[in-house]
């Protein structure tokens, strides 16, 4: 026996597809939200890519003897949502992988970073 709401949301993924929305059932129905949702998931890889990067030039100032980043300025960028890049930075470059302490202040960036509320209200 069908239930009376089954219509309803069959009608209204219907028309979000007609709307332009490939996989309705996926995507929310709120159009600003959406927009809100892609901004900020943009700020976030921004940010991840921006972390990668200056992970990998301070790696390279490293190896030639140049001026390095500051540790702060890496835990900072890691903290500002660049946490995936951080991670992903040390071990594509090997870097900073040694140091104790600096393992620990990443891994309480990651653990109180603020990506994980913007996942889940974007969830």
Not at 5 to 11: E, L, S, T
Not at 57 to 76: H, M
Request: net charge positive; hydrophobic share 50%.
């Amino acid at each position: 026996m069908s239930k009376p709401w089954q219509g309803r949301i069959k009608i209204v993924r219907e028309s979000a597809a007609r709307a332009g929305y490939v996989h309705a059932s996926l995507r929310p129905l709120c159009p600003a939200r959406s927009h809100v949702n892609t901004a900020v998931l943009t700020l976030v890889l921004a940010m991840n890519v921006v972390t990668f990067l200056t992970f990998g030039y301070d790696k390279a100032c490293a190896r030639r003897g140049r001026r390095r980043v500051p540790e702060r300025t890496l835990i900072g960028l890691a903290f500002a949502t660049g946490v995936i890049g951080a991670w992903v930075g040390m071990s594509t470059f090997r870097h900073k992988t040694q140091k104790t302490s600096f393992r620990l202040s990443m891994a309480l960036a990651t653990l109180f970073n603020p990506l994980w509320p913007i996942a889940w209200w974007l969830w």
